[in-house]
């Protein structure tokens, strides 16, 4: 496995401008989206998660070096997941494995309490297409996107994420307030629902 030098590339959410249009993998840049199965085999697509801030999380269960990162992603899951930032509301992550084997990817989830139920691969290994779609030639790798599906930071690591994330936390009482009334809003008209993945087709249903 190659030995990846971490860097942290990290700017302001409100200072994209028109960068945002434009889908890429340069901090600014819309992420480009990545449509692959569950570990129960369900569909599931990153734009599902636009308006939470996400850490799309390249990894593996063979990976020495994501074991052991992941207990700090584990930490800002639970200190951040119900966070409300200038450009999201809570914080999740979008795991991408690299795993050929199904049982150790599951496996591996529930040993290192990776609880955030939103895990895909095609079991491809380092063909893994959302892998070779981002460039990545060494995991772990991620890149943190914020609600509007924007890359504001790549390849943070230990305590870098959850500083990523904490510039990120909107501090504007006057815009907490607003928003939270927003939320009621929607949880009366039932408007905000959680997501829930997307069973994959029966190919006999499948029309060409």
């Known amino acids: 496995m190659k030995k990846l030098l971490f860097a942290l590339l990290l700017i302001p959410a409100a200072s ?8 890429g993998l340069n901090v600014g ?5 990545i449509t692959m199965k569950t570990p ?3 569909t599931l697509t990153l ?16 990976c ?40 150790a990817w599951k496996a591996a989830i529930k040993a290192d309490s990776l609880t955030w139920p939103y895990h895909v691969s095609d079991l491809m290994f380092w063909n893994n297409a959302a892998a070779q779609q981002y460039q990545i030639y060494s995991i772990p790798s991620n890149y ?13 690591r230990g305590e870098q994420l959850e500083k990523a994330l904490e510039l990120q936390v909107e501090k504007d009482p006057k815009n907490i307030k607003k928003r939270k009334k927003e939320q009621k809003d929607k ?22």
């Not at 609600?147 to 943070?156: E, F, S, T």
Request: overall charge negative; glycine content about 10%.
């Open 47 to 62: 734009s599902s998660l636009r308006g939470k801030m996400v850490l799309i999380d390249f990894w593996a269960s063979w």
């Open 16 to 23: 994209f401008g028109q960068a945002g249009n434009v889908v």
């Open 144 to 156: 943190l996107i914020d609600g509007n599906g924007v890359i504001i930071a790549k390849n943070l």
């Open 64 to 103: 020495g070096p994501c074991r052991h990162e992941n207990p700090a992603v584990v930490k800002a899951y639970g200190k951040y997941k119900n966070e409300m930032f200038v450009s999201g509301d809570g914080f999740t992550v979008f795991s991408v494995s690299l795993d050929r084997d199904k049982n």
């Open 40 to 42: 129960e085999d369900c």
């Open 187 to 208: 949880e009366k008209d039932g408007s905000g629902s959680k997501f829930s993945p997307m069973k994959r087709e029966d190919p006999a249903e499948i029309q060409e």
């Open 29 to 33: 840049n819309i992420a480009p989206e």
